[in-house]
């Protein structure tokens, strides 16, 4: 009689194979002789084969992640079903994820809550700040898909992440790689076990200990013309200690400490055009060419006329036209480098540490076969980005010339076209504040610390029949920010934003899976729950601003709100036979509502997901042919969605409740091992769906219809993956291996929609959507390399082979007049060689 997992799988003879679905992905199998081998995952707080777990999921296992090149969350995007993601841009490891269409929103903004619960060996990672920095000694990464609101809690509306290390091995051991590769690029990762200390239940017991270290360099991929640094460097360092104690067989206490540090130079964020200004006649060159540049010419030579605008103003406007012009003629697509007034760089560090203690209590009569667990966690980061968030190099010379944004040239116009090209007060306040502060288009000047604490004690327990594992969860954060952005230089002056953010949450959940012995435990129905009270604390504190036109007076204001939350999960699971599970599962999550502490008293209500799934995970021909498929639908409520809004000169992410979408999705992964060595992996995802409400932009009794005009953010329709992993040689030297994956996905649009009021009168600014791509990387590998001791590999590898030119990130300025895009890394390749002992 078969013996089933604590949620064991349900299979639906009625789904068939057929459909394009899918439930579990295939790439966590690795090439064996002529068998798909079977991977253990933890994401029910117990060991379990991934084919018998009854969610949708992938799990990578650390030859997987090896052969991925996967070191970051941002090397996983093209690499997983399903996923979607990018890199903040302006800085540097901070990423957003999206699962199944549901994105975090900016993932910069640490006053938001991402919508894939993050967690790294347990501890949940309370922001995506940070989160990007590269780890060491990976074991595992597993990634669930739809909402895990019972085990995993808040802020797991699309799914979470589980990011596993390897823990100590008790005795000596050296794992040690070295890269080589273009564009300067070195890699060192060093990992070194020890030799254990006692033993188990003698004395204080046996201590064993690791420690890893992680160096990586790379010069910048695109050229900076105005001499700095060049864009898009990589200088990273990271480093971890582990310990794990066993006074006893039954009790287990592991202690890590990380630390990850980086000083890098941003991507270069590419102006690729500009938005239409609807109070400058719509296009922007031509107002500068043909309104802007006559008037001022007629103006300088008006009697009286101030000597500025021939020895000041008018060289800027041709200066800026010309700027205009490179922009419009160099369109989309990967640039060579680019200019800025300031260097855009990024530094931050993070500092976490967490203890495990496992006590395993054994047998307790009715209660089965008891652990307990405790996980306590702090994690600190601190971040800095500074720099510009475009490519126009708007420096003044010596005489205060350069290239000015055009909202300065519309107000000069103004300005002296009222005084017949005389000086005034008015206008000599503006030429200081553009001697003061420059006359660019976007620079930033942000500190960001966050901390977070977290306590979670779990017992979890296994009777014949029945699994369970209940827990009680407590979480505390808190977050400091300090911004001095300025846009449309000086117009609006320099930002003094300040603002403290808390949050203080507790739950308690419980799930269980009962196996019925009537059906030869083929059926489990499994049940979970948890209930979440948490607060949210905000502290507004917005210094006075000095702008040209007169100060805007410093605000300040506190507010609080509690908020409180039920979910739950009922799945049924059904094993039609040994090597065919299936399951219905109808979850929720609940995202909590907070504050957006970058626009002044924004305020935003939780957001609540139902989602039903059926899934079918099978084996076929011997365990070497592996078909897994799903099929989802999904009620999205009071969604929050990031939306750029563009007042007073500044651009900032506001955040709205968006109202209601309900969508549906397809997933199907197949993985075949049809010759010894070589497994073939084929996987299709598919979104469908935008919003059935969205609100409308009205003013003027005008209005945009939001519902109509919104779109999924941050999600392609269509995702396709393919891999093929084979060892094609076996000889005297070594073993030879190939591994080259390919990723495709369609269009998909930035954010839902890009509204502003404008003159009293609703404009749609055209939102930005980035290309299809199809990024594909190899890797050959030499391994078990003849050596006196150890085991000796050598590695041959490239990315993006084809050296596709796609947009990974686009910013619409809106009212700020720029349209700008950063772009995926280009062909990359390199050497690797890693010496185990």
Same mark, same amino acid.
Do not use: C
């Given at each position: 009689m078969k013996k089933f997992s604590s949620t064991g799988d349900f299979k639906?003879?009625?789904?068939?194979?057929?459909?394009?679905?899918?439930?579990?992905?295939? *790439?966590v199998s690795f090439a064996s002789a002529q068998v798909l081998e079977e991977v253990l995952v933890t994401a029910e707080r117990r060991v379990e084969s991934l084919q018998d777990t009854p969610i949708a999921m992938t799990a990578m296992t650390s030859d997987n992640i090896e052969k991925r090149g996967i070191s970051n969350t941002d090397d996983m995007f093209a690499s997983l079903p399903g996923?979607?993601?990018?890199?903040?841009?302006?800085?540097?490891?901070?990423?957003?994820?999206?699962?199944?269409?549901?994105?975090?929103?900016?993932?910069?903004?640490?006053?938001?809550?991402?919508?894939? &619960?993050?967690? %790294?060996?347990?501890? +949940?990672?309370?922001?995506? @700040?940070?989160?990007?920095?590269?780890?060491?000694?990976?074991?595992?990464?597993? $990634? %669930?898909?739809?909402?895990?609101?019972?085990? #995993?809690?808040?802020?797991?509306?699309?799914?979470a992440m589980n990011i596993i290390s390897r823990k100590p091995l008790g005795e000596f051991a050296v794992d040690v790689t070295a890269g080589i590769g273009n564009y300067g690029q070195q890699t060192l990762k060093t990992n070194i076990d020890f030799d254990s200390i006692g033993q188990v239940g003698e004395g204080a017991g046996k201590l064993n200990a690791a420690v890893s270290f992680l160096s990586k360099e790379?010069?910048?991929? #695109?050229?900076? +013309?105005?001499?700095?640094?060049?864009?898009? /460097?990589?200088?990273?360092?990271?480093?971890?200690?582990?310990?794990?104690?066993?006074?006893?067989?039954?009790?287990? %206490?592991?202690?890590? !400490?990380?630390?990850?540090?980086?000083?890098?130079?941003?991507?270069?964020?590419?102006?690729?055009?500009? =938005?239409?200004?609807?109070? %400058? &006649?719509?296009?922007?060159?031509?107002?500068?060419?043909?309104?802007?540049?006559?008037?001022? /010419?007629?103006?300088?030579?008006?009697?009286g006329a101030d000597p500025r605008i021939s020895a000041r103003w008018l060289p800027s406007i041709q200066k800026t036209i010309d700027a205009y012009e490179r922009i419009l003629a160099g369109g989309e697509g990967r640039p060579s480098g680019g200019g800025v007034e300031v260097t855009p760089t990024t530094q931050s560090e993070v500092d976490g540490h967490a203890l495990t203690a496992e006590w395993q209590l054994g047998d307790r009569g009715a209660l089965g076969d008891v652990t307990l667990k405790s996980i306590t966690a702090q994690r600190e980061t601190e971040t800095y980005v500074a720099g510009d968030l475009d490519d126009i190099d708007s420096s003044l010379d010596a005489n205060g010339i350069g290239v000015y944004n055009d909202g300065l040239h519309a107000v000069l116009l103004q300005y002296y076209g009222g005084s017949s090209g005389a000086s005034f007060p008015g206008v000599d306040a503006l030429w200081t504040a553009v001697d003061q502060l420059g006359a660019g288009h976007s620079i930033q000047d942000t500190l960001s610390e966050y901390e977070q604490l977290s306590q979670e004690f779990q017992v979890v327990g296994a009777t014949q029949q029945f699994d369970y594992a209940l827990g009680l969860y407590w979480f505390e954060d808190e977050a400091n920010y300090d911004r001095r952005a300025a846009f449309a230089m000086p117009l609006a002056g320099r930002d003094a934003l300040r603002y403290t953010l808390e949050t203080e949450a507790l739950a308690i959940y419980g799930q269980g899976t009962y196996r019925f012995a009537q059906l030869e435990d083929r059926l489990a129905l499994t049940l979970g729950m948890r209930y979440t009270e948490e607060e949210k604390a905000l502290a507004y504190d917005l210094g006075a601003v000095a702008t040209p036109f007169g100060n805007k007076p410093a605000q300040a204001l506190s507010r609080d709100e509690n908020f409180y939350n039920f979910s739950y999960n009922v799945t049924v699971a059904y094993d039609i036979s040994d090597d065919i599970n299936s399951f219905i599962r109808y979850a929720t999550g609940y995202r909590s509502g907070g504050f957006n502490g970058e626009v002044f008293n924004d305020s935003f209500d939780e957001e609540i997901i139902e989602q039903l799934e059926i899934g079918v995970k099978s084996d076929w021909w011997n365990n070497r042919l592996r078909v897994n498929a799903g099929l989802y639908t999904y009620q999205y409520d009071d969604l929050q969605t990031s939306v750029l809004e563009s007042s007073g000169g500044g651009v900032t992410s506001s955040t709205i409740n968006a109202g209601k979408a309900d969508r549906w999705g397809s997933e199907l992964e197949v993985s075949v091992a049809p010759i010894e060595d070589m497994i073939v992996s084929l996987a299709h995802t598919y979104i469908n769906g935008d919003f059935e409400k969205y609100p409308d932009t009205c003013a003027n009794n005008q209005c945009i219809d939001g519902t109509k005009e919104a779109k999924r953010g941050n999600s392609p329709s269509n995702k396709v993956n393919a891999s093929v992993d084979y060892t094609f040689a076996s000889t005297a030297i070594g073993d030879f291996n190939v591994f080259a994956?390919?990723?495709?996905?369609?269009?998909?649009?930035? $954010?839902?929609?890009?509204?502003?009021?404008?003159?009293?009168?609703? *404009? @749609? !600014?055209?939102?930005?959507?980035?290309?299809?791509? =199809?990024? $594909?990387?190899?890797?050959?590998?030499?391994?078990?390399?003849?050596?006196?001791?150890?085991?000796?590999?050598?590695?041959?590898?490239?990315?993006?082979?084809?050296?596709?030119? +796609?947009?990974? !990130?686009?910013?619409?300025?809106?009212?700020? &007049?720029?349209?700008?895009?950063? !772009?995926?890394?280009?062909?990359? *390749?390199?050497?690797?060689?890693?010496?185990?002992?």
């Open positions: 639906l003879a009625a789904l068939p194979l057929a459909v394009s679905l899918m439930s579990a992905p295939l *790439f996923m979607g993601g990018y890199s903040a841009p302006g800085s540097r490891g901070i990423t957003s994820l999206s699962i199944r269409g549901i994105s975090g929103g900016s993932p910069a903004n640490i006053s938001l809550d991402p919508a894939v &619960g993050m967690y %790294l060996d347990g501890v +949940y990672v309370g922001k995506m @700040l940070g989160s990007a920095l590269d780890l060491a000694q990976i074991e595992r990464i597993e $990634v %669930l898909r739809g909402p895990q609101g019972t085990l #995993y809690g808040r802020n797991a509306t699309a799914g790379r010069d910048g991929f #695109y050229k900076n +013309y105005s001499g700095g640094e060049d864009f898009d /460097t990589i200088d990273r360092q990271a480093w971890r200690a582990a310990l794990r104690w066993q006074p006893s067989e039954a009790l287990t %206490l592991d202690y890590v !400490y990380d630390h990850s540090e980086l000083d890098e130079v941003n991507t270069l964020q590419k102006t690729v055009g500009f =938005t239409e200004g609807p109070t %400058l &006649g719509g296009d922007r060159l031509n107002f500068l060419r043909n309104t802007v540049l006559p008037s001022a /010419t007629g103006l300088a030579s008006a009697p994956d390919a990723s495709w996905q369609d269009t998909w649009e930035q $954010v839902a929609l890009s509204p502003s009021v404008v003159a009293n009168t609703p *404009f @749609l !600014y055209t939102n930005s959507s980035m290309d299809a791509r =199809t990024v $594909v990387n190899a890797r050959l590998s030499l391994s078990k390399i003849p050596v006196a001791t150890g085991d000796l590999m050598v590695s041959l590898w490239v990315n993006n082979l084809t050296d596709d030119d +796609y947009p990974s !990130y686009g910013l619409n300025f809106q009212g700020l &007049g720029l349209i700008s895009e950063q !772009y995926g890394a280009p062909r990359t *390749f390199g050497m690797d060689v890693r010496y185990r002992y």
